[in-house]
């Protein structure tokens, strides 16, 4: 095997466990963020500190790598840009210039001929308070936002009417559906129809943040193979390589919709860490760095719960049975509706 310094923007829970993934199979990492605490530095065998436009420390980073990928989306197109013309980023960077708004997003998932809910921009107040047939609904900025961050759910026209938004910003509005479950899919893309797939994980969402997933999820046979379907479709349009996440919704009349995509490894695979042979971060790990592929199989049903801000203090003492996994993600600072760690349980 080639040996590989992989580096990582992005120093987060994602980037300690693909740091830890790495070096299972002796690749080395690196990660870069521009937070100073960051805990992915606990995991890794260099870190790097800087604003992710600060040209100097993007050559630091660049020096240490032979190879880089990313954590998380919202980093500056720019960044991953002229990174790629040293190093080779992978996933691309063009990518991301899709992903990173909602509206494009939604655009080319469209192209795909994949159902989304009933969304538009938005760019005046004309054009908000014009938007009637999309209440009940969620008003989101186009770029940045996750675990409901920029986002303000619309439930009537008085609301509609009421709502002040900074038009500085781009914003889109989508229609609520009538919701069963939502189910994510992730698949891990090695080239031209070369892939590892999980099964659908279903999960459940409080206040806009993952509370809990688990599999097998309780869907329908056809929902199984057309969300798998859907995610390999969309991997392969991108021409992605390492690990993505698709997120759906599944309505009461068991219509799919595709609601977003995540360029990366995500909440919801965390599980895979302990219900499989190979996670999802060693799957993206072996493909962005050109290792072989192997055969991913699934050891165990699981549930993952996710431990928001004070939850982990519950946990930090509590003695646990064979089948259960706790993961402290090792922040500086507890903070509201902040993941601090997750707890993985296996059915054995």
């Keep these: 095997m080639v040996k590989c310094t992989l580096g990582i923007i992005g120093g987060g829970q994602l980037g300690s466990m693909l740091a830890s993934a790495a070096k299972k199979i002796n690749i080395e990492t690196v990660i ?28 630091e980073f660049v020096e240490k790598v032979d190879m880089v990928t990313f954590e998380f989306e919202n980093i500056p197109f720019e960044t991953l840009n002229k990174i790629n013309e040293v190093k080779k980023v992978l996933p691309k960077p063009s990518i991301n210039k899709i992903i990173q708004h909602r509206l494009y997003e939604k655009d080319f998932i469209n192209k795909c001929n994949f159902r989304t809910t009933l969304y538009d921009s938005i760019k005046n ?38 709502i002040n938004l900074d038009y500085n910003k781009e914003y889109i509005i989508e229609k609520f559906i009538n919701l069963k479950k939502e189910i994510s899919v992730i698949v891990t893309r ?58 759906y919704f599944v309505d009461k009349k068991d219509n799919l919709f595709v609601n977003e995509i995540a360029p ?30 192997k055969e991913t199989k699934k050891l ?27 993961f402290d993600y090792l922040k500086k600072e507890i903070k509201p509706k902040r993941k601090m760690g997750h ?4 059915k054995k």
């Design 125 to 162: 107040d004309k054009e908000l308070k014009s938007k009637t047939n999309f209440v009940p609904g969620i008003i989101k900025t186009s770029t940045f936002g996750y675990d409901g961050k920029g986002q303000y759910k619309i439930n009537s026209m008085k609301e509609l009417e009421e």
């Design 32 to 59: 870069f963020s521009d937070d100073q605490n960051a805990p992915a530095q606990k995991f890794s065998d260099n870190f790097v500190f800087g604003k992710y436009n600060d040209e100097d420390k993007i050559n």
């Design 264 to 293: 990366r490894v995500h909440n919801s695979g965390h599980l895979t860490i302990n219900s499989h042979n190979i996670s999802q971060f060693e799957n993206h790990i072996r493909a962005v760095c050109g290792l072989k592929r």
């Design 300 to 326: 165990f049903d699981a549930k993952m719960i996710n431990l928001i801000g004070n939850d982990i203090l519950i946990y930090k003492d509590k003695k646990f049975s064979d089948n259960e996994f706790f």
């Design 190 to 247: 090695f080239g031209n129809q070369k892939y590892e797939i999980y099964e659908p994980i279903e999960n459940v969402h409080d206040d806009q943040i993952l509370k809990n997933s688990k599999i097998p999820a309780e869907i329908s046979d056809e929902i199984l193979k057309k969300s798998k379907n859907w995610a390999k479709h969309i991997a392969e349009e991108l021409d992605f390589i390492g690990t993505l996440c698709v997120e």
């Design 343 to 346: 707890l993985t349980i296996l």
